[in-house]
Structures are given as structure tokens and as C-alpha cells.
């Protein structure tokens, strides 16, 4: 069965150039296609602004190695869940999405079946909206960002009597080591700050202006933000789009030819808990055409108004 992947971007003809970066994977092999914790039923300037950044900022610089999985002593019956590291920040509950790294092993005799340190590219997952097997969705919540959290799934909380791949067989109970890469909130769109944003002409170069300001290490090259946009056509302070609305946050990469060239730039620097308002010279968005999906008319710059909830 595939990897489930984010629901689809409110923003996605905005975004056109970015990527659902770090959402999942199709896997390395055989085994992982069909073994993966999948349910056994799925598959400006002028800026004003009312409100803070609602989450607590979050970040973290990379994930741990991949870690040697101790098998229990006893098959487990019932769910075991043992923090290996201890993780900082919000708990995760029901509803938010963890993004992880993860092995899973066979707790009979510890054969690995599946992992996603190989692929480099944490998972991404909702609690409570049974896109992985009832162990995970139980065994994660209260998890923080950084926690390396071990789960001893009994099969009736893993595939039950489904044999899975060429290495779990039906019955099985299952390990899993799993390291949290971020824990994401699930955002309510009645959140959604209310931004004024004065008519500005166009520009040539992006613009940055940090209307609320963040904390922690800023972003790195090849790492992701978690953020809500809202976007606005700079000749009349219109707001045109806003990714509030759809509710999930949006996962950006902070790599070059992966987001909008104003975007990319406008990103530097960023920090977890940052709101940020960008300029975008219409060059450095969607080029001189525009976007009439959108109300962005040809010749138009944009402006972005982003909110920065996490960073990993």
C-alpha cells in the first residue's frame, strides 16, 4: 500500500513549484511499499495585524541516526510505548501531524522490515485519522518534538491476521523505534489573523519585513517550514488566497528550484514563530503573465503574509 501523503495544498496553484516536500514516500523496496504503518483499512509596509503567532515555536536541526532496535522480552499483548529520548515542546494530541523517522522490526526476532532513515525523508502523519495502524495512532499521542519514543504493537493494533510484505506474517506482533522530527498543530481557520495591506507599485528585488518576531535557530538549506500563507496583489492590498482556510499547515522546503524564486529568497532567515510579510516582484512569482486563477494580474507583484509554526 502507498504511503499516505498531506491532503491536498489549498494553495496548490499558488505553489505551483513547491513540492510536497518531506510528506512521505512511495518506499526504497517490496517490503516497504506493503509494510509501511499504513491502516489495514486505508490506503509591508502598511502591515497591521490583530494576533500573535498561535503555536509555540518549534524547531530542530536535523534527525538523530538511525537507532539499533532492542526487541522485547516478551511478545507484547497490549501497547507499549517507552521513551528512549525525552522531546521539548507541545505534546502531540489528536489531530496534529507528527513527522517522523521510524524502524520497524518484527518483535518476534527483530527482521527489519521497513524504515524511512534510508530514504532520508521523514513521514508525515495525522493522528486519529486512521492513516496508520490503530499502534501508532494511540502509541504517539503526548509525544514532543525530538522524543525518541520505542512502540511494542500487539498484532491485534498492527495487521491483526493480514500478512504484509515478504517479512511480517500474519499474527505478528510488531517494534517500532521512532524519532519526531516536529509535531504540527492542527490549526483552526478562525485562527486566521486579520492582515491589511497597503497598495504598494511594484518592486525589484523582495522585500522582507518581520511583523512578529521568532525564536530558535533560523532555517538551514535542505530543511522545511511548517507555516500558513495568505496572499495578497500588491497593487491593491486585495488578498486573493489563503491556506488558513483548508486548515493543515503548509510544509515548505527551503530549497533553491523547489519553492517560488521570491519565496525561496524571502525565506532566509526565518526563524519558528516569525510572521513575515514579503514583497514578491512579479518577476520572482508567476513572471510578467500572473496568476488569474488567483486575481494576480499580469504584471503584478505579490505579497505573502507568512506564518511560521515550526522548522525541521
Known sequence: MRVPRFAPLSLAALLALVPLAACGSDGAGADTASSTPASADSAGDGATTDSEVAAPPTTVAGALP????QIPDELPTELVTTDLIAGTGPEAKQGDTVVVHYVGVRSADGTEFDNSYDRGEPFPVTLGAGQVI?????????VQQGTRRQLDIPS????GDVAQGDVIQAGD????VVDVVAV???TDPADEPTITVAPAPNATEVGIEDLVAGSGPEIEPGQTAALHLI???ADTGEQIASSWEAGPLQPVPYVDGQTLVGLFEGMAGLQAGTRR???IPFAKAFGPDGNEEF???ANTDLILVIDVFSIY
Open 156 to 159: 491485534d493494533l498492527a495487521y
Open 66 to 69: 538511525k537507532p539499533e532496535v
Open 173 to 176: 506482533a510488531l517494534t517500532f
Open 184 to 186: 504540527l498543530p492542527l
Open 134 to 142: 490503530a499502534g501508532w495512532d494511540e502509541g504517539l499521542i503526548g
Open 277 to 279: 510579510q514579503l514583497h
Open 295 to 297: 486575481g494576480l494580474p
Open 231 to 233: 496572499a495578497f496583489r
